[in-house]
């Protein structure tokens, strides 16, 4: 029975390593082609083994512009997580801990403009921050996707709030503190963990986002999303530079990612176990 179990696991080990290994692969290639000359990346058989270089990063970071792309990138996500739980946190806290009579209804409105499909809002939006003066600013773009994240930042940290003992909250009353002081020091540390998967995914929603920051951004504000098919040229497409963009787009997000792992995966998993 022992040597069955043994076998048994050995078997589970070697299909998740085989299945790492098969979805790694894209990015390998990703990462090694940002490395290779165009001649290199286009060879057949494949190479492996190749003399490195450079020059696709130099091009399209210093040459091209995307240096400033990427800068922008970053600041429209980091604000993006900042607003939106610094406006969906308290959100969440009232419809946890204050239920109300039809509170359901509003929340499940919140659900569906999550869900609404951008192309719908896409003219309207346009005409009105361009009414307000908000186009090719960072202000335009960050509420864009802070209307979008914000939404789905309530629904996240409420049920990461319900499952925290509203007992604790209570004994914290008897003891004289305000909600606020409930809020900032009891509840946000024990609901870390939920917050920090509700970052990872707020930060890979606003990271990725194409059809608003291609509306709503400019020439100065353009972010990389966007950025990125201005090398498929009338020349040809330059593989090597889209590689090597590709791979420093995925560095940020990574870098977040691992950051906060543990809280993260304690987060998605939150309630799985009783």
Not at 61 to 69: A, D, S, Y
Not at 92 to 107: E, H, I, M, Y
Not at 138 to 161: E, K, Q, S
Request: charged share 10%; net charge positive; hydrophobic share 55%.
């Amino acid at each position: 029975m022992n040597k069955k179990r043994k076998t048994k696991y050995a078997l589970i080990y070697l299909a998740l390593t085989a299945f790492i290994v098969i979805t790694l692969l894209p990015y390998f290639w990703l990462v090694i082609t940002s490395f290779k000359t165009r001649v290199d990346a286009f060879a057949i058989p494949p190479k492996i083994f190749f003399e490195a270089t450079l020059d696709n990063y130099r091009e399209a970071f210093l040459e091209k512009g995307m240096l400033q792309n990427l800068k922008n990138s970053v600041i429209v996500m980091l604000a993006t997580v900042a607003v939106s739980l610094a406006l969906g946190l308290p959100s969440a806290f009232a419809f946890s801990r204050f239920p109300t009579r039809g509170d359901q209804v509003l929340l499940n409105y919140l659900l569906g403009t999550r869900f609404t499909p951008f192309v719908v809002l896409a003219l309207p939006l346009y005409l009105m921050m361009s009414q307000i003066g908000l186009l090719n600013t960072y202000t335009g773009i960050i509420i864009a996707h802070v209307a979008f994240n914000l939404p789905f930042v309530i629904w996240m940290m409420r049920g990461f709030f319900d499952a925290i003992p509203k007992e604790i909250d209570e004994a914290a009353r008897m003891e004289g503190l305000s909600w606020f002081q409930i809020f900032m020091v009891i509840d946000i540390p024990l609901g870390k963990s939920g917050l920090a998967a509700t970052a990872v995914f707020c930060a890979i929603n606003s990271w990725n986002e194409f059809l608003m920051a291609l509306i709503l951004t400019g020439r100065s504000t353009v972010t990389m999303p966007v950025a990125v098919p201005g090398l498929m040229t009338p020349q040809g497409t330059l593989w090597g530079q889209i590689a090597a963009v590709g791979t420093v787009i995925t560095i940020p997000v990574l870098v977040f990612a691992i950051l906060v792992q543990k809280h993260m995966v304690a987060g998605m998993t939150m309630g799985a176990v009783k």
